[in-house]
């Protein structure tokens, strides 16, 4: 049986941490406008907190760290867990979320193996 090609994992794992951190970001920005429109203020702090942090911290893993290093997959997974945690509720993030982390770990796994 063949296994799954090294590009395969981490070209996935790329593409889906950037549709998560661009989601994470527009997710914030747009909780932050409604929440600054409505007035309450209520949890403006946590959805910026959660959502624009987990937004940083899957860009600091794609970009500030070598890519698919394991520093990069922890940060890649903070920032997953980060933003599905203000996303619970969709039920569809937080199993993207899942998805991404697996991804993350297999890439630093593959990059980090002899080719």
Do not use: H, Q
């Not at 549709?19 to 007035?39: E, P, S």
């Not at 907190?49 to 890649?76: D, H, P, Q, Y």
């Amino acid at each position: 049986m063949m296994g799954v090609r090294r590009e395969t994992v981490t070209t996935a794992a790329y593409v889906l941490a950037l549709v998560v951190g661009v989601g994470y970001a527009a997710a914030g920005i747009i909780g932050w406008i409604a929440d600054v429109a409505d007035g309450d203020g209520s949890d403006l702090a946590f959805w910026l907190v959660f959502l624009l942090g987990g937004a940083a911290l899957v860009f600091a893993g794609l970009f500030a760290t070598r890519r698919w290093s394991s520093g990069s997959a922890i940060f890649v997974s903070l920032g997953a867990i980060a933003g599905a945690v203000a996303l619970a509720w969709s039920i569809v993030v937080p199993i993207i979320a899942l998805v991404l982390i697996a991804l993350a770990i297999l890439a630093s796994r593959r990059a980090a193996a002899p080719a």
